[in-house]
Nanobody, 120 residues
Framework: QVQLVESGGGLVQAGGSLRLSCVAS????????LRWYRQAPGKQRDLVAA???????NYADSVKGRFTISRDNAKNTVYLQMNSLKPADTAVYYC??????????????WGQGTQVTVSS
């Protein structure tokens, strides 16, 4: 069984920073792409940032220059450093991973989400 557990969310003032972490655990053979999504109340879940196993990244236009995604393959962990936060960044942030386990080929897994609230 695979688990993705996010942490690092919270309440921060506009202009502040937060660092989200997501740790994958279980019978994992390899992790391919890792992504962060976010979902604000009443809105769809949108891709924020993605990082491939080799380290190449891409970002939503709304966060470019402010957010940085990174990964530690040895720790099965992905991070999202969020700087210059805005109230519009308020959402539940979800970790998503494409990974291979001892029992399955590549499948997509989701974390439970962590709330980020940015006050003005």
């Amino acid at each position: 069984q695979v688990q993705l557990v996010e942490s690092g969310g919270g309440l921060v003032q506009a202009g502040g920073s937060l660092r989200l972490s997501c740790v994958a655990s279980g019978s994992i053979v390899s992790i391919n792409s890792l992504r962060w999504y976010r979902q604000a109340p009443g809105k769809q879940r949108d891709l924020v940032a993605a990082i491939a196993r080799g380290g190449s990244t891409n970002y939503a236009d709304s966060v470019k220059g402010r957010f940085t995604i990174s990964r530690d393959n040895a720790k099965n962990t992905v991070y999202l450093q969020m700087n210059s936060l805005k109230p519009a960044d308020t959402a539940v942030y979800y970790c998503n991973a494409d990974l291979v386990t001892w029992m399955t080929t590549t499948r997509s897994y989701w974390g439970q989400g962590t709330q980020v609230t940015v006050s003005s």
